[in-house]
């Protein structure tokens, strides 16, 4: 499908640093590893980042690999990104944008850093893809603002939630057509196999309209509404709508690995973490039917 540059996000954020330091901690491996990746590696044949080259990033169960398209010192850092991301029956998705650029500038005795990242798909699993990646660089660039200046990693608070086993976007005009739906939520691209939300019930298409009373009319909220359920003892209440009807259930949330995508790349490669969940889910369906995609889906 074609890339429409209208499918985009921008980011904006002051950091009280100097412009050397907020360089160092975007565009260098050993920087990025202080904010924002698990490990970081610069690839190519020069001893400093040139266009061409490339750096790798491993988030846990996600790699990206980022070709450098343009590397200006303190100024313009240009890359464009290859994820790859681990589901939990242990498939790899492939997801690109065309560019992430970081402009740095110096203000006032500040620090400005504008994030731009353009390209995505206009699909449906285009917008999840932007909607997550969007809120992650806000965290991230939280996280950095805290690393930065208060000498704090923030990482395993932000991203340290319990979740629901789901890929899921804020509902768009054409589900709400779908669904003959009028309101705000969650739509549901996947619902993994034995996540908490497949045990409930849920099911891939339903609309998630609240979790424990709070409502989650667009992606940001059901991340911020989840993100405040920090241990998995006690059942949480979700209202959803399928075929025009409300409906209620109860979920246990999970910290599972195969669903936060937190795992320790110091014991597993990428290709480790890939093989084991693959494993599990054909112990877990000899079959293997309950990992298989709708023919008419898309990943």
């Known amino acids: 499908m074609m890339k429409n540059a209208s499918e985009s996000f921008h980011i904006e954020t002051y950091f009280e640093a100097p412009i050397d330091k907020v360089w160092y901690s975007i565009a260098t491996a050993e920087g990025m590893n202080t904010y924002l990746t698990y490990k970081a590696e610069l690839r190519g044949k ?18 990206n690999d980022q070709y450098i398209l343009q590397f200006d010192k303190n100024d313009t850092f240009r890359v464009k990104d290859t994820y790859e ?25 500040l620090t400005k850093l504008t994030l731009m990242v353009e390209g995505f798909e ?26 930065l200046e208060l000498g704090m990693d923030l990482r395993t608070p932000l991203f340290s939630y319990p979740r629901l086993g789901v890929l899921n976007c804020t509902v768009n005009e054409e589900q709400k057509l779908e669904h003959n739906y009028a309101d705000t939520g969650n ?12 045990k409930a019930g849920l099911e891939k298409g339903d609309i998630i309209i609240a979790l424990n009373n709070k409502e989650t009319a667009n992606y940001d909220e059901f991340v911020r509404v ?40 110091d014991e597993d490669t990428f290709d480790d973490i890939r093989q084991k969940r693959e494993n599990l889910a054909k112990q877990r369906s000899s079959s293997g ?8 889906g898309k990943r």
């Open 226 to 265: 989840i993100s405040s359920f920090n241990i998995e003892k006690d059942a949480i209440n979700i209202k959803y709508l399928r075929n025009g009807s409300s409906h209620y259930t109860q979920a246990y949330l999970s910290l599972e690995g195969n669903f936060t995508g937190l795992v320790d790349t």
């Open 187 to 198: 739509y549901l691209l996947e619902v993994f196999p034995n996540s908490p939300a497949s």
């Open 85 to 109: 991301s681990i589901s939990p029956d242990g498939s790899v998705q492939t997801f690109q944008v065309q560019t992430s650029t970081m402009l740095i500038k110096e203000r006032d005795n």
């Open 122 to 147: 206009s699909d449906t699993y285009g917008q999840w893809f932007r909607e997550c990646m969007r809120l992650g660089w806000t965290r991230s660039l939280l996280n950095l603002k805290s690393v």
């Open 46 to 63: 020069n001893e400093q980042p040139k266009p061409g080259d490339h750096f790798l990033l491993n988030y846990g169960d996600i790699e």
């Open 289 to 296: 039917s309950l990992w298989k995609k709708d023919k008419g």
